[in-house]
């Protein structure tokens, strides 16, 4: 605040500099961007430009999903840091980094901006960071009894390793297993087909047959689709264990939103307080900032909060990078000496080879590294290594050897070269959703049953398309009505075959963000099915009036983003002609892994594939660092 008598030195023009150069295109702040500059220098005058800037980077990096404008990487990197283009350098200024000192906008208890070291946050970020970090040093430091009959319990849920497992090689599932049981707080990270569902299964079986009461479990994930992934992987996993403990285990999951009650924004109301001994929340790496905060809020610090996801998947659409950066060195594994002996003496598995002086968090980090459904030497596995290691030399060795996609021949990875929706494309969805296409067919304007709408909808999910974009040639919005041409579906309005997506989260009808729907005709006209789980694993179907759903979208494409949580057996991944701030190698691994056993690259120039695979997500934030110094560390 301003000291009484004391009048601010005349401030240059700085946002109507910045304002003229954004009109020309030359800088991409938004109006937003802009706004809160200037609210800020409304509320409280500041004579130094160089917080007229600040102040708009802060919400720039805020809407590119950073938690914080990085002062360091600014200072070092520049525009490179912003995601700009490298004429823009002469643009910024220098000593920005140096002028976040004096920012009055980050002094006092309720300033707008928090400075942290050489971060700078807005207060909201900061506050949801400082309490994610508070919350789980705090679980971490809970005292959590092992029983003396985990390490038999343990035997008896992992009798023999998987066939085909490398039997010289540490059961990563047994280990997570053991960790989980010994603290309130475990991170469980691992790509596609490493048993991530499975391991939750014998956790829960594991913790409930040390229990002498039936415990309180909640099962949840960000998306209602995933959501419902959750649920089915569980209630068919459940069914491997023995009989005595498949009791009380929860097979049904519902979307972190319904959990924790949010119905607007995450900061609406207060977090409910859970009465549960035991929270899972799977693909977490889609949860952000607040939403986390909000989770730990909720979640009592005497339950055992198990945390599963994909580090290097796309992170929330949000700020934040909340599971990428709790997971970090988790590949690495830095168990100290105490951990690895423990679970020696308790699981039988030898850790060793991934022994260091790991904090509190990385004792109870796992990372499952063995794919079930990628081997080694399969071609879908080679392209998500290669491209999530960053190896572009390998990507393009990948690209050259892999076979033009043709409609008689099936092969695992294939690639498609289009320029535009051009006839190969059109014979690529053809193909792709022949079956389905067939079964419409039969149907004809028949009367659709709940076996045959459930039929339907499986049959839609066996093929996708996704894409990077949601705008231009190659975005959704222009995909989506060139598909349903190619297929022969009008481009607009609700007709029999059309699919659609929910992109709202609709507690009324009780559809979620990201379900997906198939329009219908039924006695009462049209109708929407979605599918619906029962308590006892089976599926059902849920008819919806089309009038009454009014945040859906028409869904033969669907960008990555919206494809987390979901698996399809052929995945057709297309990629724009032009580089994109969005393409990165997160993108592409993420799109890449959901294809269960076919993949088709349609990529219309080779070059940006490569470039893709260079450009890596690095989101800003300081919950990574928050584990890393000893005095964090509450068993250090």
Not at 93 to 112: F, H, I, Q, T
Not at 330 to 353: C, E, F, K, L, R
Not at 369 to 387: D, N, T
Not at 540 to 564: C, I, N, Y
Request: proline content about 6%; overall charge neutral.
């Amino acid at each position: 605040m301003q000291t009484p008598g004391h009048s601010p030195s005349p401030t240059p023009n700085v946002l109507g500099l910045l304002e003229g150069l954004c009109a020309t295109q030359a800088l991409p702040f938004t109006t937003l961007d802009l706004a809160f500059a200037r609210y800020l220098q409304s509320a409280q005058p500041s004579g130094d430009p160089h917080h007229d800037w600040l102040a708009a980077l802060v919400s720039y990096q805020f809407g590119r999903g950073h938690a914080c404008l990085d002062l360091d990487l600014l200072r070092h990197s520049g525009v490179s840091a912003l995601g700009w283009d490298s004429r823009l350098q002469a643009v910024l200024p220098d000593d920005l980094a140096a002028a976040a000192a004096s920012l009055p906008w980050a002094k006092g208890a309720g300033s707008p901006l928090v400075l942290d070291g050489p971060r700078l946050y807005l207060r909201r970020n900061w506050q949801a960071e400082q309490a994610i970090r508070n919350s789980i040093l705090v679980r971490l430091s809970q005292p959590c009894p092992v029983p003396d009959t985990l390490a038999q319990a343990l035997d008896s849920l992992f009798a023999s390793p998987a066939k085909g497992d490398d039997s010289t090689a540490p059961d990563w599932q047994k280990v997570a297993c053991a960790l989980a049981a010994r603290q309130r707080f475990t991170l469980i990270t691992g790509g596609p087909g490493t048993g991530k569902t499975t391991t939750v299964v014998r956790l829960l079986a594991l913790l409930q047959s040390q229990s002498t009461r039936p415990l309180r479990m909640a099962l949840a994930a960000p998306t209602g689709k995933a959501a419902a992934r959750l649920g089915e992987s569980i209630a068919r996993a459940v069914q491997q264990l023995p009989r005595v403990m498949q009791l009380h285990i929860p097979t049904q999951a519902q979307t972190l939103h319904k959990l924790l009650q949010v119905r607007a924004a995450v900061q609406a109301t207060p977090p409910p307080a859970l009465a549960l001994d035991l929270v899972v929340v799977d693909e977490a790496s889609m949860i952000d900032l607040e939403l986390m905060a909000r989770l730990l809020a909720a979640v009592p610090h005497s339950a055992s909060l198990i945390l599963l996801g994909d580090k290097d998947q796309l992170a929330s659409v949000e700020a934040g990078a909340v599971m990428g950066q709790l997971c970090e060195g988790a590949s690495a594994g830095n168990y100290p000496p105490d951990t690895v002996a423990w679970v020696h003496a308790v699981t039988g598995q030898d850790i060793s080879a991934w022994a260091g002086n790991g904090s509190a968090l990385a004792r109870q980090t796992v990372m499952l590294r063995h794919s079930h459904r990628f081997a080694a030497s399969s071609q879908i596995g080679k392209w998500a290594a290669a491209v999530n290691a960053g190896d572009r030399p390998a990507v393009a060795g990948l690209w050259d050897t892999t076979p033009p996609w043709h409609a008689q021949v099936v092969q695992s990875v294939t690639r498609l070269e289009p320029q535009g929706f051009d006839a190969p494309l059109t014979a690529l969805v053809r193909a792709g959703w022949l079956d389905w296409r067939m079964q419409l067919q039969v149907l004809g304007e028949q009367v659709c049953s709940d076996t045959q709408a459930l039929t339907l909808l499986q049959a839609l999910a066996h093929f996708q398309v996704l894409c990077a974009l949601r705008e231009g040639p190659w975005g959704v919005q222009m995909l989506n009505r060139a598909i349903a041409r190619a297929l022969g579906f009008a481009t607009e309005g609700w007709y029999a075959g059309r699919p659609v997506m929910v992109t709202r989260n609709d507690y009324n009808l009780k559809l979620m963000n990201g379900d997906i729907g198939l329009c219908l005709p039924t006695t009462s006209g049209l109708r929407v099915a979605f599918a619906t789980a029962s308590a006892d694993g089976s599926n059902g179907v849920r008819w919806v009036l089309p009038s009454r759903l009014d945040a859906v979208e028409t869904v033969f494409a669907m960008t990555v983003h919206k494809s987390q949580g979901s698996e399809f057996e052929h995945v057709a991944l297309l990629l724009p002609e032009r580089i994109a701030p969005v393409l990165t190698r997160e993108l592409l691994y993420t799109g890449i892994t959901r294809a269960k056993a076919q993949l088709t690259l349609v990529v219309p120039q080779a070059g940006v594939l490569r470039q893709a695979v260079a450009q890596k997500i690095l989101r800003s934030g300081g919950l990574g660092d928050a584990f890393l110094a000893s005095e964090c560390d509450p068993m250090a």
